[in-house]
């Protein structure tokens, strides 16, 4: 049996962590975990995290019946936003929001949240 990280499991019957190694979320967790996760890395898991973010809360990536939970290396961000309010957003920091969220130009204020 493949070893799998314990970030990666399965929310329904279908799912088998050992079979989503090869996918690009799952390689993006492993370069997160040893540090080496370049800004654009950083980038294409916000993308992927706005995507997923009804299954998540904007922390989890779900694959193949397997939720990929990046949870642990992410902050909580208030954006604020024109014609919308203030929503929650779970990034890395708030340059991955400013350079990736799609609305970006209705931003008036980011906040981190403790």
């Given at each position: 049996m493949?070893?799998?990280?314990?970030?990666?499991?399965?929310?329904?019957?279908?799912?088998?962590?050992e079979a989503?190694?090869?996918?690009?979320a799952y390689q993006l967790l492993l370069k997160v975990?040893?540090?080496?996760?370049?800004q654009d890395d950083k980038d294409r898991i916000f993308n992927?995290?706005?995507?997923?973010?009804?299954?998540?809360h904007g922390k989890r990536v779900?694959?193949?019946?397997?939720f990929i939970d990046f949870s642990q290396w992410l902050k909580c961000?208030?954006?604020?936003?024109k014609y919308i309010g203030?929503?929650?957003?779970?990034?890395?920091s708030k340059m991955n929001i400013r350079r990736n969220d799609p609305?970006?130009?209705?931003?008036?204020?980011?906040v981190e949240i403790d």
């Open positions: 493949i070893n799998v990280e314990p970030e990666v499991y399965a929310f329904n019957e279908r799912g088998k962590p989503i190694i090869e996918y690009d975990k040893n540090g080496t996760a370049t992927e995290l706005q995507q997923s973010s009804i299954y998540g779900a694959l193949l019946g397997n961000f208030w954006v604020k936003y203030i929503v929650e957003v779970f990034a890395f609305m970006r130009s209705w931003i008036i204020k980011i």
